[in-house]
Nanobody, 121 residues
């Protein structure tokens, strides 16, 4: 079992920044890719960013590329999402997810409970 706990969400004005954190516990963490997803009201959950276990490869959706940065600290069992130049359309519940494999296979098998991000115009 793996537990994922997100934090760092909140209310921010458009153009502002937030940094989300996701702390993993339970089974070995450092061998798995990790990702961030988000779900806005009335919309399906969508991919935001992912990072393989080594941190050497990162992936982003087109909607956040150039504004968001995913990173990880394996010593702290934590993955981060630095969000800059936030827009009202970034408002959503953000979820952390664990991949089954060390690379980004998109086989997400564990999810956090989510953290709310609200961007005001």
């Amino acid at each position: 079992q793996v537990q994922l706990v997100e934090s760092g969400g909140g209310l921010v004005q458009a153009g502002g920044s937030l940094r989300l954190s996701c702390a993993a516990s339970g089974r070995t963490y450092s061998s798995y890719a990790l990702g961030w997803f988000r779900q806005a009201p009335g919309k399906e959950r969508e991919f935001v960013a992912a990072i393989r276990w080594s941190g050497g490869n990162t992936y982003y959706s087109d909607s956040v590329k150039g504004r968001f940065t995913i990173s990880r600290d394996n010593a702290k069992n934590t993955v981060y999402l630095q969000m800059n130049s936030l827009k009202p359309e970034d408002t959503a519940v953000y979820y952390c997810a664990k991949d089954k494999y060390y690379y980004c296979s998109t086989s997400w098998d564990y999810w956090g409970q989510g953290t709310q991000v609200t961007v005001s115009s």
